[in-house]
């Protein structure tokens, strides 16, 4: 028996991912009926993964009375605008869409008056005293609705409050009249200890939201993260206005003016800066980079040359553990990752935001890459931090910390994985954990989910994958490729996954003799009735120095 076969045997006598077989509540319920396993033949992922299912089962809960809701986890007890109610509950949509879903109109429904959504829920109730915005909302709900089947009374629920919310900002951030968003106090980005904010408020001034110090000479700044979000939520709120029949024209007119006044006010040199009451800009090379390319903002160009110059430069941002929250030749970089901070450590939270900027470009290949150091080093950890070391990738400051749970989750399934979209795509992931340092690398892994009643298991060790369907073979390819699959669960492309080019046979079953591509990283080939079409080669980026 090979170890692929073995994977399969195991896959297939595996147990629901549940801390307690006996569960059997609705989310329960939901979870078990995704028909979501993962094993791993060697070293510690598989443990890890069920150590995440069970951690992450204790971080969905109601906050006070009411539905489950996802709580951030850790130190922090309750639900965060900018990470719990946004990509957090982003990718637990692929696990438990019923708790993204209450999580969302939750905030919605704690909504002030005036218009201003809360920073967070917490078991003593809503908090306003600070905007604390990142992932953009509409986003993720927009990602939900077609996710779960087009409710359309969820979707207009949520577009009334965004947009009353974006009137808030609008009224109340823009005191200087650039077009941007600012920022009155650290707290207003979460960058908690980020030399970005040094000599600055942390809260905003009084418990205001709509309030600054007037005693600090740089405020209000006109924050490249806040704006950016701002942009990337008006383009979403104009798809949402149209799917429900209102005019998408005026959202769209105001997404163009927030990337206006994000480029001409706060990029200079390849950058992203804050831009001070003076004029001048501050110039902290952070992860604040990262944050507006997740917001699609900008080119391929310019995403090509963010790559070249910082993302994937290991003077810069890339360490041994992902990105880095401060550049680390910047002399202000402390990478003190047993606290809370945002100065240096490698957040967990940054790492969760990253593959939406990378796939917005189609760069996936570097994605997989950066992933590596530190899959091998969750393996052997003893919590989920939410900080990490960038030399060492050592667990740092907290545990039980839900984005550093689901990264591992989302990290495994975009690897060697099953993994829905929300377009209807399916991504078949063929890269296998196969060659992770620290004594974990997995000779065979095996990961399986139902997607729209079709039940699919990937297979596959350091040379072949192996993809079941309802239990028949289907598709055979080479470690290194994804195979995408289209809204109707054929074949529709298949992708450069891996860091160096590989070669090899598509095989699918009832289709001699397959079809064989050469695929140089990141390259992507469209299949039309089991015949190859043209390549799309969008280059790569390998770690520089």
């Not at 920073?119 to 005293?129: I, M, N, Q, R, S």
Request: proline share 6%; aromatic share 8%.
């Amino acid at each position: 028996m090979t170890a692929i076969d073995r994977a399969l045997a195991r896959l297939r006598e595996t147990g629901a991912p549940l801390p307690h077989a006996g569960d059997d509540d609705a989310v329960a319920r939901e979870i078990r009926a995704g028909g979501i396993r993962f094993v791993a033949l060697g070293g510690g992922l598989e443990q890890r993964w069920q150590r995440a299912w069970e951690e992450l089962r204790g971080c969905i809960a109601p906050i006070g009375a009411g539905e489950p809701l996802l709580r951030e986890g850790g130190a922090y007890d309750g639900a965060w605008l900018e990470s719990t109610a946004t990509i957090n509950a982003e990718v637990l949509d692929r696990f438990a869409p019923s708790v993204t879903r209450a999580t969302h109109l939750a905030f919605a429904a704690a909504q002030r008056d005036d218009g201003l959504l809360p920073y967070k829920l917490t078991p003593d109730g809503a908090a306003f005293t600070q905007i604390q915005t990142v992932t953009p909302l509409a986003r993720s709900v927009w990602n939900h609705y077609l996710l779960t089947g087009r409710d359309r009374d969820y979707l207009a629920r949520m577009h009334a409050a965004m947009v009353r919310n974006d009137a808030w900002l609008a009224a109340h951030r823009d005191t200087r009249g650039t077009g941007g968003v600012e920022a009155f106090c650290t707290f207003d980005t979460g960058h908690d200890l980020s030399p970005r904010f040094w000599h600055l408020p942390e809260r905003c001034h009084h418990g205001d939201a709509a309030t600054y110090d007037p005693g600090a000479p740089l405020l209000p700044l006109v924050a490249p993260d806040l704006t950016a979000n701002v942009a990337c939520q008006r383009e979403y709120l104009g798809r949402i206005a149209a799917e429900l029949g209102e005019d998408p024209a005026p959202w769209t007119r105001k997404a163009a003016a927030s990337r206006g006044a994000l480029m001409r006010e706060c990029h200079r040199g390849g950058m992203f800066y804050d831009r001070a009451a003076d004029g001048s800009h501050v110039r902290v090379d952070s992860d604040v980079l990262l944050r507006v390319l997740a917001c699609e903002i900008g080119d391929d160009d310019l995403f090509a040359t963010a790559l070249e110059d910082h993302l994937m430069n290991t003077r810069r941002f890339l360490s041994q553990a992902g990105f880095a929250s401060i550049a680390m030749d910047d002399p202000r970089f402390d990478g003190d990752h047993t606290r809370n901070s945002w100065a240096g450590p490698v957040n967990a939270l940054s790492l969760l935001r990253a593959p939406h900027a990378f796939e917005h470009h189609g760069r996936v290949a570097e994605l997989a890459l950066t992933h590596e150091p530190l899959l091998a080093a969750m393996a052997g950890h003893d919590r989920f931090a939410q900080c990490y070391d960038p030399w060492s990738a050592d667990a740092g400051y907290t545990e039980a910390y839900s984005p550093s749970i689901l990264w591992l989750l989302d990290a495994l399934e975009r690897a060697a994985g099953v993994l829905p979209r929300p377009d209807g795509e399916v991504w078949l992931s063929g890269l296998v954990p196969a060659r992770l340092g620290h004594g974990q690398a997995a000779t065979a892994t095996g990961a399986a989910r139902t997607v729209r009643g079709i039940h699919y298991e990937l297979v596959g060790d350091d040379e072949r994958i192996e993809v079941h369907r309802d239990g028949t073979l289907w598709l055979g390819f080479p470690r290194g490729w994804r195979v995408v699959l289209d809204a109707r669960g054929e074949v529709a492309a298949v992708v450069g996954l891996a860091a160096g080019r590989v070669s090899g046979i598509l095989s699918m079953a009832g289709a001699d003799p397959g079809i064989a591509l050469d695929l140089a990283p990141n390259d992507r080939v469209t299949v039309t009735g089991g015949r190859a079409g043209d390549v799309v080669s969008r280059g790569f980026t390998p770690p520089r120095s």
